[in-house]
């Protein structure tokens, strides 16, 4: 099964 | 004073119906240069950045830049109300509580005002590296469209294969799965027809079914639709809208538990 990612985990606050 | 106004309306009503799905509320970034929106969906699992230039606008102003947030059901029902060829101006004085949508008809005999109220929003800006991405594929966005569909109802993720060959789409459920297969087009008549794979490696996502189709509601922005990626980093899908901007939609990939 795959597991759904969120932007935040590649994305930084800015 | 913020006033920006476009001849035909129809691009702005496309672009809400692009962005309703996934959005409820957004600030709308207003400076000299445009205006600008980056939100994402509450999952925290798309993006929606939204850029429209000022140069693209048939007038705009801005006397001082603008933070403004906006209901998106409200401003979509609000376009709603405006035929395709009216004449459409957005129009705030500086601190505004407010934003003014005018709509004016073509024969100029029909002039309608709505007024909608701002929202204060906490903004979370997420910072977007610059990425150069191993698979850069266009295609035209009414196909891509009609893929997101058909695959989608065969499970709730689509895996996207680019290789030197071409772009395949999956899709496994409990009842079959199903792929397609697109090369790229060797001799395409019309530039908006064409497939063309720029590839550096081969990439293999997957993405969830229910955003794919969402981003596809702005197919009737763009005859051609732009798929950027890389192994695991978010898909980028991005629309042209007209000469006056563009729509990218980042999208989280499922990977392997």
């Known amino acids: ?14 | 004073m913020f006033e920006a106004r476009l001849a035909q309306s129809a691009i702005l009503k496309k672009v809400l119906e692009a962005v309703k799905d996934l959005l409820t509320e957004a600030t709308f970034e207003c400076s000299d240069s445009g205006i600008q929106v980056q939100a994402m969906d509450n999952a925290h699992v798309s993006l929606v950045s939204l850029n429209l230039r000022s140069d693209g606008f048939d007038k705009y102003r801005c006397d001082r830049n603008l933070s403004m947030g906006m209901n998106i059901g409200t401003m979509t029902k609000i376009l709603r109300c405006a035929s395709s060829e009216d004449t459409v101006t957005l129009r705030a004085w500086d601190n505004p509580d407010n934003i003014i949508f005018i709509f004016e008809s073509q024969n100029k005999e029909k002039l309608s005002e709505y007024e909608m109220k701002l929202i204060n929003m906490d903004q979370e800006h997420l910072g977007i590296p610059e990425t150069v991405y191993s698979c850069v594929v266009k295609m035209p966005s009414q196909e891509f469209a009609r893929i997101c569909k058909d695959l989608s109802q065969f499970g709730e993720a689509i895996t996207i294969a680019c290789s030197k060959e071409g772009i395949k789409f999956t899709a496994a459920g409990d009842y079959g799965n199903a792929n397609i297969k697109l090369a790229q087009t060797a001799e395409a008549d019309k530039e908006e027809e064409a497939v063309i794979i720029d590839m550096q490696e081969p990439v293999k996502l997957t993405f969830a079914c229910r955003y794919l189709n969402s981003f596809v509601k702005a197919t009737p922005l763009c005859a051609q639709v732009k798929l950027s990626m890389s192994g695991d980093v978010p898909l980028v899908c991005e629309y042209q809208i007209g000469d006056i901007g563009h729509i990218r939609y980042y999208l989280a990939p499922k990977i392997d538990d």
């Open chain 1, 1 to 14: 099964a795959k597991k759904q990612t969120t932007l935040k985990y590649f994305f930084k606050k800015s």
